[in-house]
């Protein structure tokens, strides 16, 4: 298996622009989280899917912020619109909900 | 306020050494994980330990686990170069913060191994 796969994995955008990163996961991974990591904050859960629903979305931190996944093997999440505080690298796992998760490379975002 | 708080903040040793790296809690857990991230990397799972173990073992990694002090201790024997990167700890989360059952990581120890 090729791991979990992230895109892009560099964006760099201006204020006020729609941002969508997408990631595939392991196949036959029934959880799918997202994370965001800066400096500041460490690594925050955003949002995590069990078998393609949405089970718990309290870290997301905003209205602009949102999250789909369509099917078993991809999901997005999309800022619209950004800000310049958005600016992190953004993983998305998959695994078992307190058991192994298994990290994407990443999506390095910077909102100018 | 974090669930799980690596200690030290940042780490440097000379290849050889060993690297202890300690981690606290404030809940009661299931289980505890660590986790180790390369610069510019995803974070790649160590190792899982229950709560009812007390220590475990993976090649030169040694976890241990005070589920009475609710503290976890990563220890790397025989530190090499390729070593330096982050360290997490991760610990489930019941009834914490919104988050039930999800992991929740420290902010990590950063590890620096000079060859």
């Known amino acids: 298996d090729a791991g979990v796969i992230q895109s892009p994995r560099h964006e760099v955008t201006e204020m006020g622009q729609e941002v969508t990163l997408r990631c595939k996961p392991i196949?036959?991974?029934?959880?799918l989280f997202w994370y965001r990591q800066t400096m500041m904050r460490g690594l925050e859960l955003l949002i995590y899917?069990?078998?393609?629903?949405?089970?718990?979305d309290s870290g997301m931190p905003e209205d602009r912020f949102s999250a789909k996944m369509p099917n078993a093997s991809f999901s997005t999440l999309k800022i619209q619109p950004s800000e310049p505080r958005d600016s992190a690298v953004y993983f998305c796992?998959?695994?078992?909900?307190?058991?192994?998760?298994?990290f994407g490379p990443g999506t390095r975002l910077l909102v100018l | 306020s974090q669930q799980g708080e690596e200690d030290p903040q940042a780490l440097s040793i000379q290849e050889g050494e060993n690297a202890t790296m300690n981690c606290s809690y404030k809940?009661?857990?299931?289980?505890l994980q660590w986790y180790r991230q390369n610069s510019g990397r995803g974070l790649v799972h160590l190792i899982l330990?229950?709560?009812?173990?007390r220590e475990k073992h993976s090649g030169r990694l040694r976890v241990t686990l005070d589920t009475s002090k609710k503290s976890s201790s990563l220890l790397i024997t025989a530190s090499r170069a390729a070593d330096t990167a982050s360290y997490f700890c991760?610990?489930?989360?019941?009834?914490?913060?919104?988050?039930?059952?999800?992991?929740?990581f420290g902010k990590g120890t950063k590890l620096s191994v000079k060859p």
């Open positions: 796992a998959s695994g078992d909900l307190q058991e192994t998760q298994y």
């Open positions: 196949s036959g991974h029934d959880y």
């Open positions: 899917f069990n078998n393609n629903v949405p089970i718990d």
């Open positions: 809940t009661s857990i299931n289980n």
């Open positions: 330990i229950r709560s009812n173990e």
């Open positions: 991760a610990t489930d989360s019941m009834n914490y913060g919104g988050s039930q059952g999800n992991l929740i």
